[in-house]
T-cell receptor, first 113, second 111 residues
Framework: DAGVTQSPTHLIKTRGQQVTLRCSPKSGHDTVSWYQQALGQGPQFIFQYYEEEERQRGNFPDRFSGHQFPNYSSELNVNALLLGDSALYLC????????????FGPGTRLTVT | SQKIEQNSEALNIQEGKTATLTCNYTNYSPAYLQWYRQDPGRGPVFLLLIRENEKEKRKERLKVTFDTTLKQSLFHITASQPADSATYLCALDGYGQNFVFGPGTRLSVLP
């Protein structure tokens, strides 16, 4: 039973560029949530996708966008990267449009230079 | 604005003792509260969930209490082991509110 997978593991981008991160949920899960975790802090909720729609969004600018595919996998896109976007980006999956008992992936470490 | 605090950034305890971690919140009406464990360089791992109408939950050596009047949750690890060393995060979710994680407490269990 595959858990949550994310790609790539690490990424280095330059300020102003755009990045796409990918996530495959745990088998049987249909909901994907994305989080940003800065060093030494707790994860911050970016948004949640369920039934291919963005259901809820945290306090993140429109530069952060996403998509969910029919197979429940998801992408996170960040445009016009800023130095402050450097963080660990975590994907979590769950069943139904709830956020309890979430299963997290290992994360993608994004560095913006 | 919504705020979650966890008692301290770091907590050191001796092996075999009970570790108690605190999660306090303001400006939030949670439907449920969760505790996660996070090891360095890895994603959080779900441990326990407690609902707003529950006072206590147990799972093996773990116990969580939830007091919505005090706006506080306590997380206990009994008979702690060095393998319990990690960062522990509390998280809140409520109807029509954002899902929010606390900053975490780094627990070190010393042999």
């Amino acid at each position: 039973d595959a858990g949550v997978t994310q790609s790539p593991t690490h990424l280095i981008k330059t300020r102003g560029q755009q990045v796409t991160l990918r996530c495959s949920p745990k088998s049987g899960h249909d909901t994907v949530s994305w989080y940003q975790q800065a060093l030494g802090q707790g994860p911050q909720f970016i948004f949640q996708y369920y039934e291919e729609e963005e259901r809820q969004r945290g306090n993140f600018p429109d530069r952060f966008s996403g998509h969910q595919f029919p197979n429940y996998s998801s992408e996170l896109n960040v445009n016009a990267l800023l130095l402050g976007d450097s963080a660990l980006y975590l994907c979590a999956s769950s069943l139904g449009d709830k956020r309890y008992e979430q299963y997290f992936g290992p994360g993608t470490r994004l560095t913006v230079t | 604005s919504q705020k979650i605090e966890q008692n301290s950034e770091a907590l050191n305890i001796q092996e075999g003792k009970t570790a108690t971690l605190t999660c306090n919140y303001t400006n939030y009406s949670p439907a449920y509260l969760q505790w996660y464990r996070q090891d360095p360089g890895r994603g959080p791992v779900f441990l326990l969930l407690i609902r707003e109408n529950e006072k206590e939950k147990r799972k093996e050596r773990l116990k969580v209490t939830f007091d919505t009047t005090l706006k506080q949750s306590l997380f206990h690890i009994t008979a702690s082991q060095p393998a319990d060393s990690a960062t522990y995060l509390c998280a809140l979710d409520g109807y029509g509110q954002n899902f929010v994680f606390g900053p975490g407490t780094r627990l070190s269990v010393l042999p």
